[in-house]
């Protein structure tokens, strides 16, 4: 095995009038640039697609969980109403019998017919 020794005089530096600054480029919205859209548009496209998806999917989600909360108010609104209508029902019950024995009584006795 040979190795080569690297010194700092076998290192030519550049002048720094010959020094290439480093490009920087333009920050843009979207990961593919014009240039890699034109030489493969399919994946472009599927890129947007995957998007547009992905948009989608978020927002009905939050539309679901809108739904699920005005729901669930109504949920609650309701059950209220049927628990008043059962204690209602259960008055009127309770008066039907409470009448039906006073006229079974009453029959017996021969005050009505």
Do not use: C, H, W
């Not at 095995?1 to 002048?15: E, F, G, R, W």
């Amino acid at each position: 095995m040979t190795t080569t020794k690297v010194t700092k005089k076998s290192q030519a530096k550049k002048p720094a009038a010959q020094k290439e600054a480093p490009q920087v480029k333009a920050p843009s919205l979207m990961p593919i640039s014009f240039k890699d859209f034109s030489k493969d548009p399919v994946k472009g496209m599927l890129f947007l697609v995957l998007i547009a998806i992905g948009y989608l999917y978020v927002d009905g989600k939050m539309n679901y969980t809108g739904q699920i909360e005005a729901q669930s108010k109504k949920i609650e609104i309701l059950e209220k109403r049927i628990e008043g209508l059962g204690n209602q029902l259960r008055r009127s019950d309770s008066t039907l019998a409470a009448a039906e024995s006073k006229i079974a009584v009453l029959q017996q006795l021969g005050k009505i017919q």
